[in-house]
């Protein structure tokens, strides 16, 4: 039987067998037992973080969109801020709690030997232009009060500043150190100087044209004195004489014509005219005369001045006048005895009053008092527009004096003119 020969090389001969068909990927063979479910699993774990990181990956690309705009934003907001702490003239420090320097004005500098490399030294480290040794400590109050302080400093080459300490908050109301506010004032004090100045002068310049005023006033009623002496002199003189010459003449009239009853008559009624006429240029020129000064000079004018009251309108007029210091002043008397006089006059024209009292005495001073019995004055006397009122209220003031009233319906008016001399 013959023998099979053997394929080259020695090597026993494969056999072809059909391959199995594959299945598709997306249909499993679900009979491939555990490590097929696991590597299922494995897959689907795998899709799931690659989703997770997509969804962080996107999220991430969003808050880093937002954390660009807020760095902007913090940039130009830095940016803002430097540029205001740049230009600004007011010095101004923020510390942290700790008193330590966080940022400073240009304006700093002035008040403080400060450089951007001081930023985070102590407070207490820093040099400074002017004289505040409480500065550090009135800090530490304002830090632990949260009360704001503030007083006025100088510094070296003696302009004034307003110094301002106040708690620094941030946005969630913490308090995040103190911040220290020096401002220039010496412009404003200077003004304020200057009006108080201007003021004081000006109060001086009042109070000098005041008293030129009270010596103009003085002198004016002097040279009114003045004046109505002239005037008196210059009636008794002339018109005075001539009517006495008048006199003389009706006189020996009367005498020549005595047997002739009518003429007679007539220079009878022509001579009572004439001493009518005498006794009233008398009268007036006694009135613009001036009062005699010497110990009892206007004590006398007064006196004379009753007499002439109860005779002229015929009625009570008394003088109490013993107690009465002597008055050195010429223009004093005067204007005391002229002030008796309008008051006197007033009350017997006017107030339909019987009786007069004038009283001059000495009680802390000279008191000269008018007293009638009329029918008093208005209700309202310092408002009164009466003419004879306002001069004597006027003379009263020219003496340095004080004018008074009392006055009741029906029983009469009392004038009271009070001096603190009697000189």
């Known amino acids: 039987m013959a023998k099979k020969k053997k394929p080259p090389g020695g090597k026993k001969s494969v056999r072809r067998t059909k391959p199995a068909k594959r299945?598709?990927?997306?249909?499993?063979?679900?009979?491939?037992?555990?490590?097929?479910?696991?590597?299922?699993?494995?897959?689907?774990?795998?899709?799931?973080?690659?989703?997770?990181?997509?969804?962080?990956n996107?999220?991430?690309?969003?808050?880093?969109?937002?954390?660009?705009?807020?760095?902007?934003?913090?940039?130009?907001?830095?940016?803002?801020?430097?540029?205001?702490?740049?230009?600004?003239?007011?010095?101004?420090?923020?510390l942290d709690p700790d008193l330590r320097i966080k940022r400073f004005t240009?304006?700093?500098?002035?008040?403080?030997?400060?450089?951007?490399?001081?930023?985070?030294?102590?407070?207490?480290?820093?040099?400074?232009?002017?004289?505040?040794?409480?500065?550090?400590?009135?800090?530490?109050?304002?830090?632990?009060?949260l009360t704001p302080r503030a007083k006025e400093i100088q510094d070296t080459a003696g302009r004034s500043y307003?110094?301002?300490?106040?708690?620094?908050?941030?946005?969630?109301?913490?308090?995040?150190?103190?911040?220290?506010?020096?401002?220039?004032?010496?412009?404003?004090?200077?003004?304020?100087q200057a009006l108080t100045d201007y003021g004081v002068q000006l109060e001086k310049d009042v109070a000098q044209r005041t008293t030129q005023l009270e010596q103009l006033a003085y002198e004016?009623?002097?040279?009114?004195?003045?004046?109505?002496?002239?005037?008196?002199?210059?009636?008794?003189?002339?018109?005075?004489?001539?009517?006495?010459?008048?006199?003389?003449?009706?006189?020996?009239?009367?005498?020549?014509?005595?047997?002739?009853?009518?003429?007679?008559?007539v220079s009878e009624k022509l001579e009572t005219s004439i001493e009518e006429a005498k006794r009233q240029i008398r009268a007036l020129s006694k009135g613009l005369f001036p009062v005699d000064v010497d110990s009892q000079g206007l004590r006398i004018a007064l006196e004379e001045l009753a007499k002439e009251t109860s005779s002229i309108y015929r009625?009570?007029?008394?003088?109490?006048?013993?107690?009465?210091?002597?008055?050195?002043?010429?223009?004093?008397?005067?204007?005391?005895?002229?002030?008796?006089?309008?008051?006197?006059?007033?009350?017997?024209?006017?107030?339909?009053?019987?009786?007069?009292?004038?009283?001059?005495?000495?009680?802390?001073?000279?008191?000269?008092t008018v007293e009638d019995n009329g029918r008093g004055l208005p209700k309202d006397p310092a408002g009164n527009s009466g003419m004879g009122l306002r001069i004597m209220r006027h003379r009263a003031e020219l003496m340095g004096g004080t004018l008074q009233f009392d006055s009741i319906a029906g029983r009469g008016t009392r004038l009271i003119l009070k001096l603190k001399s009697a000189k």
């Open 23 to 56: 299945r598709p990927r997306s249909s499993p063979r679900r009979s491939n037992g555990p490590r097929g479910l696991a590597a299922a699993n494995r897959a689907e774990e795998v899709t799931s973080v690659n989703e997770e990181l997509q969804s962080l």
């Open 315 to 368: 009625i009570s007029c008394r003088c109490e006048c013993e107690s009465a210091p002597p008055i050195e002043s010429n223009f004093t008397a005067t204007q005391l005895f002229l002030i008796a006089r309008e008051a006197t006059i007033n009350a017997a024209r006017h107030a339909n009053a019987t009786q007069l009292l004038i009283k001059l005495e000495e009680t802390n001073g000279l008191r000269l």
């Open 106 to 145: 240009d304006a700093t500098a002035k008040l403080f030997r400060v450089i951007q490399s001081d930023i985070g030294r102590p407070l207490g480290d820093l040099a400074r232009n002017f004289t505040d040794d409480d500065l550090l400590p009135d800090a530490q109050r304002v830090l632990r009060d």
């Open 58 to 94: 996107e999220e991430m690309q969003t808050v880093n969109h937002q954390l660009a705009q807020k760095v902007a934003e913090l940039e130009s907001t830095n940016s803002d801020l430097d540029n205001l702490l740049s230009i600004t003239e007011v010095a101004t420090i923020l």
């Open 220 to 265: 004016m009623a002097d040279l009114t004195e003045q004046e109505r002496q002239r005037l008196g002199r210059a009636l008794h003189d002339t018109l005075g004489q001539q009517l006495t010459a008048i006199g003389v003449l009706a006189a020996t009239l009367k005498d020549h014509q005595e047997n002739e009853r009518t003429s007679a008559e």
């Open 162 to 192: 307003l110094q301002r300490i106040v708690p620094y908050r941030t946005d969630d109301s913490h308090i995040g150190g103190v911040v220290i506010i020096i401002t220039d004032v010496t412009d404003r004090r200077e003004r304020e």
